[in-house]
């Protein structure tokens, strides 16, 4: 209870920060693959072997601050578990279309109803999916999540169902964010 209280202080200040322009971001080229992997290893553990890859052997960097999108893959890999029953895949996927990195968290849960999609993305937000897929949480995840990505010029949408199973129909998160072809101009990607 300490950590997840502490957690949820250190999001707090953070989304203070970023909401008031004060949330610093270093830029760089990021590798994708060996992010994904260290994100899977540190919120999966002993449970890693569930993550089924589906990542091309070469992959272009992507341009954005390493730390923060480290943090928004762990932020979906933790949903995706916490979603997920124990022992059923998460997909973790990646590739480039139209000159931009898609890197994609798909579970094997509930989903989210239609009329909910737009909903998560909310400060404070929770669904509930009964007492059998009952969670922790404080629903400031995906909203943080969200407004780092577009603070760093990606996006991050949703897509659910994923799969045909109906009692499982499973979610996908994708996050795109600009590759790393060139480096920008001063401040062409600084947060507002």
């Known amino acids: 209870e300490t950590e997840r209280l502490t957690q949820f202080v250190q999001t707090l200040l953070d989304v203070s920060q970023l909401q008031t322009g004060k949330l610093q971001f270093n830029y760089g080229p ?28 070469a992959l272009p960097p992507v341009w954005a601050d390493e730390t923060y999108i480290e943090q928004i893959v762990r932020n979906l890999v933790r949903n995706a578990q916490k979603y997920t029953l124990p022992h059923s895949p998460i997909v973790l996927s990646a590739f480039v279309q139209n000159q931009v990195m898609h890197i994609c968290v ?16 909310d400060r ?7 007492q059998e897929h009952k969670v922790s949480g404080w629903g400031l995840g995906l909203y943080f999540a969200r407004m780092l990505t ?30 790393a072809e060139e480096e920008p101009e001063d401040g062409e990607f600084a947060a507002d």
């Open 150 to 179: 577009e603070a760093q010029d990606g996006t991050l949408t949703l897509q659910s169902p994923v799969h045909p199973q109906p009692d499982a129909p499973g979610t996908r998160f994708i996050l795109t964010l600009p590759i």
């Open 30 to 57: 990021v590798a994708v693959k060996p992010l994904l992997k260290r994100a899977a290893e540190i919120v999966l553990g002993s449970e890693s072997e569930r993550v089924t890859w589906q990542i091309p052997v």
């Open 106 to 121: 798909t579970d094997s849960g509930p989903g989210i109803p239609q009329e909910k999609q737009r909903d998560v993305f």
């Open 124 to 130: 404070f937000y929770r669904i509930t999916h009964g």
